[in-house]
């Protein structure tokens, strides 16, 4: 006999039907609404990041400089090229050894005397100067300029047949491969890169370093290299401004060069927004600068002008915008660097190490730098080497090496 067939499962009716439909529907909506609100919160956190990495270089903008301004006929003064090179080279050391931001290589004779112009590449676009100012100018990038970014920023020209005989600015911010530090300077390279990706930049290692900016090719930026992955060889960094090394760390990061075409435009062409707010010319004929009083003289944007072979008072006459008659109007303070000096002249090399040397103790930035006090930047005698606590370490290991890199 064949077994009895087993009763079917009473079917659904349309009512379970519809109750199922809406928790599910329920449930759905409750999915999506979840959803919306973690990407309004993600887009409330970018935001977030994103206007506070605003306020934090609008804050880092804000950190108090000191710009000197150099004529740039003090190079017509030197007897040969080597000497022109050489004289170029004393000024860029002086404003790395005191820490200056900004070079301004400024026209005093003017159109008076026909002389020959030349074409710069400065902050302001391309500049088309006297000879003279321009090969300064070009000098002091030159040297400025990590070693390992020449070749892509500076080719061959007539201005650096000489740059060879010149002594390194040894800045910190000329590091080299064997060197750990969070910053670098590099060049954005030409690249094919997946789309959302940022620009590949040598930064003067083995690898070129993966970036968060899509520039285009051949710009100078300043990286913020950020932890590699465990596992990861890939370099990857972030593009940052160049005042950010030196606002987060302290470390001095180099100065910026510019050209103006008379003593006016050193003013008039500030790279800041309200001006410079303390301005001090150098003159054998201002006020001894033993007189200042110490630690009073407050900033935010110092402009120190320095003359050349006659004064200051020369590049005022051959300024047709200027209508003051008295140099000294011009500035809050004009000072004398060198009472009862021995020699008639002062030369301006001469006088840039004096003045500097001698205003450290009368300038009280309102906002100071902090004391770099971290570690991975280049050997040098001002960064020197931590000191092996190991007595039992031998000579041949104790050696300083770095100077070989």
């Not at 006016?264 to 201002?286: A, E, M």
């Amino acid at each position: 006999m064949s077994q009895p067939e087993a009763p079917k499962p009473p079917g659904k009716s349309w009512r379970e039907i519809n109750q199922e439909r809406k928790a599910l529907k329920r449930q759905r909506n409750e999915e999506k609404i979840v959803k919306r609100e973690k990407r309004v919160a993600l887009e409330r956190e970018t935001e977030a990041k994103v206007q506070e990495e605003i306020e934090r270089e609008k804050k880092y903008a804000e950190i108090s400089t000191v710009s000197i301004a150099i004529p740039g006929s003090i190079l017509e003064n030197a007897q040969s090229a080597e000497l022109r090179t050489y004289l170029a080279g004393q000024i860029a050391r002086a404003a790395c050894v005191f820490c200056i931001d900004e070079v301004i290589v400024f026209d005093d004779i003017g159109d008076k005397i026909n002389t020959k112009k030349s074409k710069l590449e400065d902050a302001d676009g391309v500049k088309v100067a006297r000879k003279s100012c321009v090969q300064l100018a070009r000098i002091l990038q030159y040297l400025e300029c990590p070693q390992y970014l020449r070749k892509h920023f500076f080719p061959l020209h007539k201005d650096l047949e000489f740059a060879g005989l010149l002594n390194p600015l040894d800045a910190p911010h000329h590091l080299r491969m064997s060197n750990d530090f969070q910053f670098r300077e590099g060049i954005t390279m030409n690249k094919k890169v997946k789309p959302g990706k940022g620009s590949q930049v040598n930064v003067g290692l083995l690898q070129d370093v993966s970036t968060d900016k899509l520039l285009n090719p051949g710009i100078r930026v300043t990286v913020r290299m950020l932890p590699t992955q465990e596992g990861s060889k890939k370099f990857k960094g972030k593009i940052v401004s160049l005042t950010t090394p030196r606002a987060e760390t302290g470390v001095y990061w180099g100065y910026t060069v510019r050209i103006a075409n008379n003593l006016s435009q050193v003013f008039t062409q500030s790279p800041y927004k309200d001006g410079y707010d303390l301005t001090i010319g150098t003159s054998d004929k201002g006020t001894p600068i033993n007189d200042l009083p110490t630690k009073q003289l407050k900033y935010n944007h110092a402009l120190i002008v320095f003359g050349g072979l006659h004064g200051i008072e020369a590049a005022l006459e051959s300024d047709e915008q200027v209508q003051a008659e008295d140099a000294s109007l011009l500035f809050n303070h004009y000072v004398n660097v060198l009472p009862n000096q021995g020699s008639r002249t002062i030369r301006t090399e001469e006088a840039v190490l004096i003045a500097l040397s001698s205003l450290q103790s009368k300038l009280q930035a309102i906002n100071e730098p902090m004391v770099f006090s971290g570690t991975g930047i280049a050997v040098s005698s001002s960064f020197p080497i931590a000191k092996v606590q190991s007595e039992n370490i031998t000579a041949d290991n104790s050696l300083d090496l770095s100077r070989f890199d």
